[in-house]
């Protein structure tokens, strides 16, 4: 590959990497030593210069870091998941402590996410079954939303603040409207079954090549990620390395497309930002992976079905390209805002950002 820089993390292993939504020079790593395993953590703020990337800060927990989001409404401040449960947000003018603190879930928080449209708040989710709204103002939580078992990852809907999802152990994407009454199952409007199979119309779907596709045996959601060009559809993937997308609008309906190719769990998928069909996932196979959803690609389905009936056709996406220099696990990937559209960053437990070019992997 021609394209890439790397900065490396010796002693702490990355959990997370950010891109800045202000600049397209800055981004953040969240790591833990021992592979978070036990002892501390400490979050990078890095900067890209002509020399290279250079740390430009750092701040230390005393337990793991899982995950961080960069403040949307001010660019010199990120908040950190870390494993005692807290939530610590960090400015970049003040030295060494946090500026605030948030502590309310009982076990690791695995997963934070900063309001995109208002910006006035933020979410996580811990694997003590819960999500949490918050304001960077106030140290108590404003709303606690109920999962009930290990939740990886949650997320805001990129064009709506009253949506709100989750993916979990249980093998379900939830969706959480906060305009509906908190009696209505706590704001839970939608639980799509990541591993199930189409239960609404024909009850059953057929991949582009003709075969049926009869769902998964159910296994952990590790991650998950909002399009940006179409709010209604979510990639998913985890434990079984298949990274499949929805339509929220159709809980019953089964995937949209599915990816297969990871060897290992997908540990991070990506819209992104720059086109409506293309996305980067990362693995424990210590590979990151880019693919389009064939969404943007004409169909061409031939085949009969029972009684002359046309099943919903679940898109199979293609593999565009492949990067390979981590040399363990990789734990986190974010693309650019800025630019022409393609420059990646990846993490992995190999103690090593990559920062690249993905426009280069793409194959025609």
């Not at 490396?8 to 202000?22: D, E, F, I, M, Q």
């Not at 996305?279 to 079905?305: I, K």
């Given at each position: 590959?021609?394209?890439?820089?790397?900065?490396?993390?010796?002693?702490?292993?990355?959990?997370?990497?950010?891109?800045?939504?202000?600049?397209?020079?800055?981004?953040?790593?969240?790591?833990?030593?021992?592979?978070?395993?036990?002892?501390?953590?400490?979050?990078?703020?890095?900067?890209?210069?002509?020399?290279?990337?250079?740390?430009?800060?750092?701040?230390?927990?005393n337990d793991a870091q899982y995950d961080l989001a960069w403040s949307e409404i001010n660019e010199n401040q990120l908040i950190v998941a870390c494993g005692d449960g807290s939530i610590k947000l960090f400015d970049l003018g003040v030295?060494?402590?946090?500026?605030?603190?948030?502590?309310?879930?009982?076990?690791?928080?695995?997963?934070?996410?900063?309001?995109?449209?208002?910006?006035?708040?933020?979410?996580?989710?811990?694997?003590?079954?819960?999500?949490?709204?918050?304001?960077?103002?106030?140290?108590?939580?404003?709303?606690?939303?109920?999962?009930?078992?290990?939740?990886?990852?949650?997320?805001?809907?990129?064009?709506?603040?009253?949506?709100?999802?989750?993916?979990?152990?249980?093998?379900?994407?939830?969706?959480?409207?906060?305009?509906?009454?908190?009696?209505?199952?706590?704001?839970?409007?939608?639980?799509?079954?990541?591993?199930?199979?189409?239960?609404?119309?024909?009850?059953?779907?057929?991949?582009?090549?003709?075969?049926?596709?009869?769902?998964?045996?159910?296994?952990?959601?590790?991650?998950?990620?909002?399009?940006?060009?179409?709010?209604?559809?979510?990639?998913?993937?985890?434990?079984?390395?298949?990274?499949?997308?929805?339509?929220?609008?159709?809980?019953?309906?089964?995937?949209?497309?599915?990816?297969?190719?990871?060897?290992?769990?997908?540990?991070?998928?990506?819209?992104?930002?720059?086109?409506?069909?293309?996305?980067?996932?990362?693995?424990?196979?210590?590979?990151?992976?880019?693919?389009?959803?064939?969404?943007?690609?004409?169909?061409?389905?031939?085949?009969?079905?029972?009684?002359?009936?046309?099943?919903?056709?679940?898109?199979?996406?293609?593999?565009?390209?492949?990067?390979?220099?981590?040399?363990?696990?990789?734990?986190?990937?974010?693309?650019?805002?800025?630019?022409?559209?393609?420059?990646?960053?990846?993490?992995?437990?190999?103690?090593?950002?990559?920062?690249?070019?993905?426009?280069?992997?793409?194959?025609?």
């Open positions: 590959m021609a394209s890439m820089l790397e900065f490396r993390t010796p002693g702490y292993n990355p959990y997370a990497v950010k891109y800045s939504p202000y600049y397209d020079s800055r981004l953040a790593v969240a790591t833990a030593s021992n592979y978070g395993i036990v002892g501390n953590g400490r979050v990078f703020c890095l900067g890209l210069s002509a020399a290279g990337v250079q740390c430009e800060k750092s701040f230390e927990t030295e060494n402590f946090p500026v605030m603190n948030f502590h309310e879930h009982k076990r690791e928080t695995f997963s934070v996410c900063w309001n995109p449209v208002t910006k006035d708040s933020f979410i996580s989710s811990s694997w003590d079954g819960t999500v949490k709204l918050w304001s960077p103002t106030r140290n108590e939580s404003i709303k606690t939303l109920p999962i009930g078992c290990c939740t990886y990852s949650t997320s805001y809907c990129p064009s709506n603040p009253a949506l709100i999802s989750s993916v979990s152990a249980d093998s379900s994407l939830r969706i959480f409207d906060l305009r509906t009454p908190v009696s209505a199952k706590y704001h839970l409007t939608n639980v799509i079954p990541v591993h199930a199979p189409a239960t609404g119309g024909q009850g059953y779907s057929r991949l582009a090549d003709g075969s049926i596709y009869s769902g998964a045996v159910p296994n952990e959601v590790l991650t998950h990620d909002w399009n940006k060009y179409n709010d209604t559809v979510i990639a998913t993937a985890g434990v079984d390395r298949v990274i499949r997308t929805f339509d929220i609008r159709n809980p019953a309906g089964g995937p949209l497309a599915v990816m297969t190719g990871h060897e290992y769990a997908v540990r991070r998928v990506a819209w992104s930002p720059h086109a409506s069909d293309i996305l980067v996932s990362a693995s424990y196979d210590m590979s990151v992976r880019v693919w389009t959803d064939g969404s943007t690609m004409p169909q061409n389905v031939q085949h009969t079905v029972p009684s002359g009936r046309q099943p919903d056709t679940v898109r199979a996406g293609t593999q565009l390209g492949l990067m390979n220099r981590h040399t363990e696990f990789v734990t986190g990937v974010d693309w650019c805002l800025f630019g022409a559209g393609g420059w990646c960053a990846s993490a992995g437990w190999d103690e090593r950002v990559l920062l690249w070019d993905a426009a280069s992997l793409l194959r025609g």
